[in-house]
């Protein structure tokens, strides 16, 4: 967090903020900043965005972002008033004359006292400007917004970021909400395909006949209904990535269909007669074994071999109790921004429920719970009764607790977590404060108050 001295806003008025924003811009080299109302109207547009944009600040001050850079978002400037912040978003940009240039984003909402949007302050910085800075790994654990430090999802990533130079096809398995589609994107950004498209499908989410037009696309009169041309995702991700989700649910017939792109590079869309050739890269995931798909007969061993060149396997959340606490923290920063709640900490018997619950939706489902602790909960504390029913329904540690929260009891509790946390840090004991969510000093000194050794 930046500081300032108490004298800074006396400081700041009397040369003028609009001044000192433009000199700060102008010291930050080959970025552009800019800074939207709450409508989403440009009120500041620096020379930085002037060059990278290749639009004069006369003509987007006043007009609608969204309107103005060409892009989709309406009063909503992409999604910020409900994130609060982005950090080191890829954004493809479109300058005048057609040129595409790959971005990193980062942008921060502002928030009134009723917790309304109230504007933004957005940064961007062209890739080649930031390459070996942004985008790779940095102090918050977060590689293209993957959050980790099991050392499990840091062997994964470490995979990612070795193949994502070479064409490999790689297969990622993991259960619902472990974070598949997200290393998908990492690996494409990686890659050297990361300026052409990425797309993502859902085997699972279609009927047959659907996903087979949605893969490969049809013809006009292939079927009733096919009234023009359609092109698939495979067309249209060319030079680009295909992440196919669940593909272990692909049907057999389709299975085949697939396995001819893989080998020849081309298909021929539903209908039609001619082949397509394609430059794709496909990353596949699923939550089954591929293998045992093979021997219950309904997945094809050759199509196995060539998904799985790469596998990648991504923990279910409950054997990362090291994430559990850095993912929560990190969406309760992200909900902070916002204003409406301020939470600073997490009651013990919460937070051990937290680390003992069995998150069968994973990382999504920590991400819901937080959303629902700050939709229901008040104060600085997160507490028990701020966590969804499931998290009360326990018996382990909720009822009676939470009618006589006697002192005691409290502390043991306290006492079990601090021991728990120090085993599952194998004794690092800064790795164990962090896991818990306190500060050094103050595991220390409850360490001291509870006579507990590392
Ligand atoms: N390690 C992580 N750090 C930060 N966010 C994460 C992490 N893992 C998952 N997420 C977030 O959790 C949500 C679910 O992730 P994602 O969609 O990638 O999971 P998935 O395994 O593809 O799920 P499904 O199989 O159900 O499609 C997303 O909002 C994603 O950004």
Redesign the pocket.
């Known amino acids: 967090m930046s500081q300032s001295s108490p004298f800074f806003n006396r400081w700041l008025s009397q040369n003028g903020p609009d001044q000192v924003l433009s000199i700060l811009t102008d010291l930050v080299d080959a970025g552009a900043v800019f800074a939207v109302d709450a409508e989403g109207k440009i009120l500041f547009w620096s020379k930085g965005a002037e060059k990278l944009f290749g639009l004069m600040a006369e003509s987007v001050l006043g007009r609608a972002c969204a309107e103005a850079l060409g892009c989709d978002g309406g009063h909503d400037p992409c999604g910020l008033a409900e994130l609060g912040s982005i950090k080191a978003q890829e954004v493809q940009l479109k300058r005048p004359g057609g040129e595409r240039l790959t971005c990193y984003r980062t942008a921060r909402a502002f928030f009134d006292a009723e917790g309304q949007f109230a504007g933004a302050l957005e940064f961007l910085q062209p890739q080649t400007a930031t390459f070996g800075a942004i985008g790779q790994w940095d102090n918050d654990d ?1 590689f293209h ?4 430090r099991d050392p499990a ?1 840091l062997e994964a990533i470490k995979i990612i970021r070795n193949v994502a130079e070479t064409e490999a096809t790689v297969l ?1 398995r ?12 990492a690996l494409h950004q990686e890659s050297p395909r990361h300026q052409q498209p990425f797309l993502a499908i ?1 085997c699972a989410a279609l009927t047959p006949s659907l996903l087979e037009s949605e893969l490969f696309g049809h013809v006009k009169g292939a079927f009733t209904g096919a009234v023009r041309n359609h092109a698939g995702v495979f067309q249209r991700a060319d030079g680009g990535t295909l992440f196919l ?2 593909v272990a649910e692909l049907p057999l017939e389709l299975q085949a269909k697939l396995l001819r792109v893989l080998q020849e590079q081309s298909f021929i869309p539903v209908g039609g007669d001619e082949a397509i050739s394609v430059d794709v890269r496909i990353i596949a ?1 699923t ?1 089954r074994s591929l293998r045992e798909e093979v021997k219950a007969g309904r997945f094809r061993e050759d199509l196995m071999y060539r998904l799985r060149v790469v596998p990648v396997f ?1 923990p279910p ?1 409950r054997e990362r109790r090291l ?1 559990v606490n ?2 929560l923290w ?1 969406q309760i920063d992200r909900h902070n921004l916002r204003g409406r709640r301020h939470v600073n900490s997490i009651a013990p018997n919460a937070m051990r429920r937290l680390l003992d619950y069995q998150w069968p ?4 489902e ?2 819901n719970v937080v959303e629902y602790a700050f939709a229901v909960g008040r104060g600085n504390e997160l507490s028990m009764e701020d966590l969804p029913p499931e998290f009360r329904e326990s018996t382990a540690f909720t009822g009676n607790e939470r009618l006589s929260p006697s002192k005691h009891a409290r502390s043991q509790n306290e006492v079990e977590m601090i021991r728990d946390a120090i085993q599952v840090a194998d004794g690092n004991l800064e790795a164990a404060a962090s896991y818990l969510g306190m500060s050094r000093a103050t595991f220390w000194r409850k360490r001291k108050k509870y006579k507990i050794d590392s």
């Open positions: 977060s917004g993957i959050l980790s999802m990622i993991g259960e619902s909400g472990t974070g598949k589609e997200l290393v998908a994107r859902n989700d669940e995931a939550h991504l959340l994430d850095l993912l990190h939706g994973n990382v999504r920590l991400i």
